[in-house]
């Protein structure tokens, strides 16, 4: 039974429980005793008073369950707090004891999460702090679960570590993941199916799309939507959908409520039932958005060719012959609301004009241009040529490079015992940016060896502000500054330097430079623009050394299974200023983490060993990395992972996980080289060859690579060098590689 003491510091915000059980409907008026404050009031009133689990108290708790609806505002609100504390203690004191005790845990958890970060976790919060300490100290004394994200704001706002061995998270298992499809198939079907490319082309026709999901329909009738965004999340919003609501602080719940999916499930099921009450409710939510979205007075203009309108997710578009044009995020569809034998409803006929204004506003208030009207059914793409039913055949080439855009893959073959890298020299772009110019991926031996940590959520959190920034990418951060393209409007379309690229069957080179300023990024601001420093400058070359018989057909000796040397990559960073203080270099390598699909945590950190010397990833069975400086001495190496304040080591998919970032650090005047090689070792293999430095300084940086199969010696010269001459080997042009085995070969990238 929860101790008293527990709860103690909730009797400020409970009341006298009502002796009646809760009303079906929640009433609109909101002082009234069972609206959103009363209700959660009550709930806290009946735990304080020592109640047992009863239907007293599982009433209370599945009232506060149904009707949440402040509880997804963007600001916070006393009403959500009381809501999400109160439904939480009744998950744990139900717990066993009702079959939704576990649901009402989770969620009132989720949105006591929800309403601190609105707050900013903020220890002089004392409401905040009272709700969130008695839920976590009542789920200690029941030892049962609690969420990962309420133990993270716990540390963050006592300042103390606790262990997180019965911490959960929200994810969706990849055994449940076939239920949440909108087509719901069996588990073992969805490899073939996303394999079958076809069904990337037959999704296009509304007339493939033509199965409703009669129960969700069904639902939508009564207002209980449910959106798949970045989250799965059903809501009762009432007699109204507010089409502003946003969920978790999460602006891309907006767009997916505002997507409108559940409208064209409701003019399939009319099309399939005939049953006019889909069509109905179908009016009143495309009317309801009309009403709260209302169209600006704009000029009318005329169709433009193959633009579309796309109200940043708006399910209610133009209207199209036979239906509805519905712009969204996956492209503009037809709702087909006639069928045969199907005529429109009053309500439905009284929308078409107004689908046929000059343009759609979104729910967050912008005009778009109108859509060019498509008849129903448009023909599938063509499948590419060569394609055998089912598979598509591979490039041509395996290296390619898109120079408009500054993204570049290295790559020797095609299939999962290939190896590739991917380098990002592009802008910083219009939308869903990161501070992550230079940054690559790493993938060799059946696995990603260096990754990106993605992102999860855009709700205001410390770790989505990390995911954003540079300390989440594989980049080179400056004084605990990192980059800030956020405060030069140009970065949007374009991208100060110049990048290279060289694409040879024996190797690839690939350059770029990062010249747009580094500025402190704390959360939960962005830094201020007066502190860009504008005078530090980056440039990162890599070369890919590919296995040997890479690019070649088996017939000319490719056969890279049997390589007695895998490809690796050489790395080179230099770091110049307009000063000659010393300054603090921090080169980051996000290692990727295991995934375990199907495990309570599908992303697992794996182990690593670090040291000045050598980075060497260790699991058994899978392919390894061993990352090797250059330059060991003076060099400060530390691995992180799960920390918060400031975050450091995460991963975003499938959730928010511990992952390894791996840190070299050194303090050193400009200009200054950070140089390493990234060699893969295949599953078994613990081998990898040892790096001597040769010559570093802002015009040349050389090294010797040597082990079992590899004598490499490697120059990189910066324009102007000239011809150079290190250890015997020659270099007029941009870079070059001798190797002495097998066999005695010069590898040369030409000045550019």
């Not at 609109?28 to 209700?39: K, N, R, V």
């Not at 623009?529 to 000796?557: C, F, N, T, W």
């Not at 770091?575 to 599908?602: K, N, R, V, Y």
Request: net charge negative; hydrophobic share 40%; with cysteine.
């Amino acid at each position: 039974m929860i101790l008293s003491r527990s709860l103690e510091a909730l009797r400020a915000y409970g009341r006298e429980p009502s002796p009646e059980l809760p009303p079906e409907i929640m009433p609109w008026d909101s002082t009234a005793d069972w609206a959103w404050l009363g209700a959660a009031k009550h709930a806290l009133g009946l735990l304080l008073a020592g109640e047992t689990p009863s239907p007293r108290l599982f009433a209370a708790a599945d009232y506060l369950l149904t009707f949440p609806l402040v509880a997804f505002r963007s600001s916070p609100s006393e009403e959500a707090l009381l809501n999400a504390t109160a439904l939480a203690l009744c998950g744990y004191l139900c717990d066993g004891q009702h079959p939704e005790a576990s649901l009402w845990r989770l969620t009132g958890c989720a949105r006591l999460a929800n309403e601190a970060h609105l707050r900013r976790a903020a220890l002089e919060d004392r409401m905040l702090a009272d709700c969130l300490l008695a839920v976590c100290r009542v789920a200690d004394e029941l030892d049962l679960p609690i969420l990962a994200d309420l133990l993270t704001l716990r540390e963050r706002m006592w300042g103390r570590l606790l262990d997180h061995g019965r911490a959960e998270r929200l994810h969706v298992p990849e055994a449940e993941y076939p239920q949440h499809m909108r087509a719901p198939i069996p588990a073992g079907q969805i490899g073939a199916q996303m394999r079958d490319r076809a069904w990337q082309y037959r999704t296009q026709s509304p007339d493939e799309t033509l199965t409703a999901d009669l129960a969700d329909a069904d639902a939508t009738c009564r207002n209980l939507i449910t959106l798949r965004a970045h989250m799965l999340v059903r809501h009762q919003f009432g007699s109204d959908v507010d089409w502003h609501a946003q969920f978790f602080a999460d602006i891309e719940s907006t767009v997916s409520l505002n997507f409108q999916p559940f409208i064209r499930n409701l003019a399939t099921a009319y099309h399939e039932t005939g049953d006019p009450k889909y069509a109905e409710h179908a009016a009143r939510l495309m009317w309801s958005w009309y009403r709260q979205c209302p169209e600006p007075r704009l000029p009318r203009v005329p169709d433009a060719g193959d633009h579309r309108g796309r109200a940043d997710g708006a399910g209610a578009g133009r209207r199209a012959a036979g239906g509805f044009r519905a712009a969204g995020r996956e492209g503009a569809r037809d709702v087909p609301l006639r069928g045969p034998a199907r005529p429109h409803p009053a309500d439905v006929q009284r929308l078409q004009p107004a689908a046929d204004r000059p343009g759609a506003l979104s729910a967050r208030g912008r005009a778009d241009v109108p859509a060019r009207r498509f008849p129903l059914g448009r023909q599938p793409r063509p499948a590419r040529p060569g394609a055998g039913p089912g598979e598509g055949a591979a490039p041509d080439h395996a290296s390619h490079a898109w120079p408009a855009a500054g993204y570049y893959v290295m790559r020797d073959q095609w299939g999962p015992d290939g190896q590739f890298l991917f380098f990002d020299g592009a802008a910083w772009g219009a939308s869903h940016q990161h501070e992550d110019k230079l940054t690559f991926t790493l993938y060799a031996g059946g696995r990603l060896l260096i990754g990106d940590p993605n992102i999860y959520s855009y709700s205001p959190t410390e770790l989505t502000h990390y995911f954003k920034a540079s300390r989440s990418h594989n980049v080179v951060m400056v004084d605990g500054r990192g980059q800030a393209r956020r405060f030069r409007p140009e970065s949007h379309l374009s991208t100060l330097g110049r990048n290279e690229w060289v694409s040879q069957p024996e190797f690839d080179f690939v350059s770029s430079e990062y010249l747009e300023g580094f500025a402190a990024d704390p959360f939960p601001g962005r830094g201020d623009a007066s502190e860009v420093d504008m005078g530090i400058r980056h440039r990162r070359a890599i070369l890919y050394v590919k296995p040997i018989g890479a690019g070649l057909e088996p017939a000319q000796g490719g056969d890279r299974k049997g390589s007695p040397l895998p490809g690796y990559w050489i790395l080179c960073d230099l770091l110049t200023s307009q000063d000659a203080e010393p300054h603090t270099l921090e080169q980051i390598f996000h290692l990727a983490p295991i995934e375990q699909p199907g495990a309570a945590e599908p992303l697992r950190p794996g182990e690593v060993a670090v040291s000045p010397a050598t980075i060497v990833t260790h699991e058994p069975g899978l392919g390894n990395l061993a990352l090797l400086p250059v330059d060991p001495t003076g060099l400060d190496v530390r691995a992180q992972k799960g920390e918060t304040s400031p975050a450091v080591g995460w991963y975003g998919v499938y959730g928010e996980f511990p992952a390894w970032d791996v840190t070299l650090q050194r303090r050193t005047p400009l200009p200054a080289r950070l140089d390493a090689v990234h060699f893969p070792l295949r599953p078994g293999e613990t081998a990898y060859p040892t790096v001597t430095r040769l010559r570093a300084d802002a015009q040349v940086t050389a090294f010797r690579i040597q082990g079992a199969g590899v004598d490499d010696t490697f120059i990189l010269c910066e324009e102007g060098a000239g011809p150079v001459t290190v250890a015997g080997v020659t270099c007029a042009g941009r870079a070059v590689l001798a190797r002495r085995q097998p066999k005695l070969q010069v590898l040369t990238v030409e000045a550019l």
